[in-house]
């Protein structure tokens, strides 16, 4: 009985330790470095409050908040509908659903590839399930030097991520899926890095990630549309598209503590901080 009673008191969320008061984090690999930025710039600001802040990906967050384990789960996809019904059932609270920042998933190759854009088509011939864009020379003739065989590797992500499901959905549609085959990889991270070293892959990632070592792609919806590079302001305006929005969650209305660092995330100076990591600040409301 008292090994439970400490385990509930180590796994409790917004828990004290030494008069701080720490309030657990966890979620999206395409949040984790910004929200890592806020936490450390939030001690600064309120000394007796720390931020635990964890990746794992979106599902492993949503999960988290599902269970009850952390305060506040990072998503960069929307909650689904089945995933909000388990956080009723198991809590007894209605999902709370924060917007806290936009972003633009960059499609990116090595930089020795000669290709500077690709339509949706191409992304979801590349990608999807039955298309048939084995080799870059499928796309428009396109030779790759020092790509052994110009065939055409995928680097993709665990299924748990929400830039995976984002992906998935934005490109292919909710009854598409993307074809096996591909180098499914734990963050956005370890994507760029197999990218920049490997002149045959592409990859795509939240474009804070992106580094001069790999060359993002701009991206048309069509053959005859503009094709579009990511960055801040076409992310802000939506005219990049594959563009989406940042999310935090909590389980019912947040603790009194919980709330005011919520808020701080859109002050001033913390848009700061959200813009120097890549992405464009939340819209008013």
């Known amino acids: 009985m008292r090994a439970a009673i400490l385990l509930i008191f180590i796994f409790m969320s917004c828990s004290k330790q030494n008069d701080v008061l720490i309030i657990q984090n966890k979620g999206s690999d395409t949040l984790v470095n910004l929200a890592q930025a806020w936490a450390e710039e939030y001690k600064k600001v309120q000394p007796k409050v720390a931020i635990a802040v964890s990746g794992g990906g979106s599902g492993t967050g949503i999960a988290a908040l599902i269970n009850g384990t952390v305060d506040i789960a990072n998503s960069s996809r929307a909650m ?151 960055n801040l302001e076409t992310a802000m305006d939506k005219s990049y598209p594959i563009s989406r929005e940042l999310y935090m969650y909590t389980s019912g209305e947040p603790s009194q503590e919980v709330k005011i660092y919520m808020e701080w995330t859109q002050s001033e100076e913390a848009k700061k901080i959200t813009i120097n990591s890549g992405y464009v600040p939340a819209p008013k409301r």
């Open 80 to 230: 689904k509908d089945e995933e909000r019904a388990d956080a009723l059932k198991n809590n007894g609270k209605e999902v709370n659903e924060f917007v806290v920042g936009m972003d633009a998933l960059a499609v990116f190759v090595h930089p020795a590839n000669p290709l500077t854009g690709l339509t949706i088509e191409e992304v979801a011939c590349i990608y999807g399930e039955g298309g048939k864009c084995t080799h870059w020379s499928d796309i428009r003739g396109t030779i790759v030097p020092g790509c052994q065989g110009n065939k055409i590797i995928r680097v993709s992500r665990q299924s748990n991520s929400g830039t995976y499901q984002y992906f998935r959905e934005a490109i292919l549609g909710k009854k598409r899926d993307l074809k096996l085959g591909s180098m499914d990889l734990n963050g956005s991270r370890e994507s760029i890095d197999l990218v920049e070293k490997t002149p045959c892959a592409i990859g795509y990632s939240g474009m804070g990630y992106l580094s001069k070592n790999v060359r993002s792609l701009c991206i048309a919806k069509t053959s005859d549309a503009k094709c579009i590079f990511p």
